[in-house]
T-cell receptor, first 115, second 113 residues
Framework: DAGVTQSPTHLIKTRGQQVTLRCSPK?????VSWYQQALGQGPQFIFQ???????QRGNFPDRFSGHQFPNYSSELNVNALWLGDSALYLC??????????????FGPGTRLTVT | GNSVTQMEGPVTLSEEAFLTINCTYT??????LFWYVQYPGEGLQLLLK?????DKGSNKGFEATYRKETTSFHLEKGSVQVSDSAVYFC????????????FGIGTKLQVIP
């Protein structure tokens, strides 16, 4: 049973550029959430997708956007990168809101470095 | 809003010592509570969970009890091993509906032989 997968593993970008990160959820899961984990901090919620729509959003600017595809995989896009966007980006998958599960399963993350 | 406060590390223990990592939370209603563990260079793994008051979550020798009266969910282990060295995150999510997880800052545990 494949768990949550993310790509790429590492990424280096220049300030002002745009980046796309990808996530495939655990088999059977239909909800994907994205988190940003700065060095030495706990993960911060960015947004959550279910049925191809953004359902919840954390306190992140519009430079952060996402998409969910019919196969439940998801992308996180960040435009106009800042140095402060350097972090580990975690994807988590879970069952939909009607199924009552509280567990989110996390992928290994994508380490983004902005120079 | 929801928040989680956990003791700051790092915590350094000798092998076979007793571990306690304190965690308190602020939330409306009855959230679900979690402990996640992050090993070096890896993502987060769910260690244990509790979904209602007085529930005890347990896994791999770790335990935590959901205390509604003190809004706490302290992590304990009777005898730590070197392989337990990692960062531990206390977290919560509300029950039902669309759930986001709110994390504490994390506590780094180092176990020395």
């Amino acid at each position: 049973d494949a768990g949550v997968t993310q790509s790429p593993t590492h990424l280096i970008k220049t300030r002002g550029q745009q980046v796309t990160l990808r996530c495939s959820p655990k088999s059977g899961h239909d909800t994907v959430s994205w988190y940003q984990q700065a060095l030495g901090q706990g993960p911060q919620f960015i947004f959550q997708y279910y049925e191809e729509e953004e359902r919840q959003r954390g306190n992140f600017p519009d430079r952060f956007s996402g998409h969910q595809f019919p196969n439940y995989s998801s992308e996180l896009n960040v435009n106009a990168l800042w140095l402060g966007d350097s972090a580990l980006y975690l994807c988590a998958s879970s069952l939909g809101p009607s199924q009552g599960s509280h567990e989110q399963y996390f992928g290994p993350g994508t380490r983004l470095t902005v120079t | 809003g929801n928040s989680v406060t956990q003791m700051e590390g790092p915590v350094t223990l000798s092998e076979e010592a007793f571990l306690t990592i304190n965690c308190t939370y602020t939330a409306t209603g009855y959230p679900s509570l979690f402990w996640y563990v992050q090993y070096p260079g890896e993502g987060l793994q769910l260690l244990l969970k509790a979904t209602k008051a007085d529930d005890k979550g347990s896994n791999k020798g770790f335990e935590a009890t959901y205390r509604k009266e003190t809004t706490s969910f302290h992590l304990e282990k009777g005898s730590v091993q070197v392989s337990d060295s990692a960062v531990y995150f206390c977290a919560l999510s509300r029950s039902g509906g669309y759930q986001k997880v709110t994390f504490g800052i994390g506590t780094k545990l180092q176990v020395i032989p």
